[in-house]
Nanobody, 127 residues
Framework: QVQLVESGGGLVQAGGSLRLSCKTS????????MAWFRQAPGKEREFVAH???????YYADSVKGRFTISRDNAKNTVYLQMNSVKPEDTAVYYC?????????????????????WGQGTQVTVSS
């Protein structure tokens, strides 16, 4: 069983930066693929970024060049560095984990393929 706890959300002005953290418990963190999703009010949960067990990274087009996903296996933690944030980045951000592997974009960008989730952390970007 893997437990995930997000932190680092808050209120930030447009153009600013924020770093989210997701601390995991359980064994063999380095063997898991990790991802960030987000959900805005009235919208479906959407893929943001993914890092696999080989440290390959992938991003949604909407955040490419602004957000960076990384992981520290020694700390069992995955991060999302958010730069140049926009009001449309406002959402609850969720950390998710799945068994390690190299998958297609469709597979790793689909929320249903992640069995483990955190409780979410709110990010609000003011204009």
């Amino acid at each position: 069983q893997v437990q995930l706890v997000e932190s680092g959300g808050g209120l930030v002005q447009a153009g600013g930066s924020l770093r989210l953290s997701c601390k995991t418990s359980g064994r063999a963190f380095s063997n898991y693929n990790m991802a960030w999703f987000r959900q805005a009010p009235g919208k479906e949960r959407e893929f943001v970024a993914h890092i696999n067990w080989r440290d390959n990274v992938y991003y949604a087009d909407s955040v490419k060049g602004r957000f960076t996903i990384s992981r520290d296996n020694a700390k069992n933690t995955v991060y999302l560095q958010m730069n140049s944030v926009k009001p449309e980045d406002t959402a609850v951000y969720y950390c998710a984990a799945q068994s390690g592997g190299v998958y297609t974009y469709f597979y790793y960008s689909t929320a249903d393929n992640y069995p483990y989730w955190g409780q979410g952390t709110q990010v609000t970007v003011s204009s």
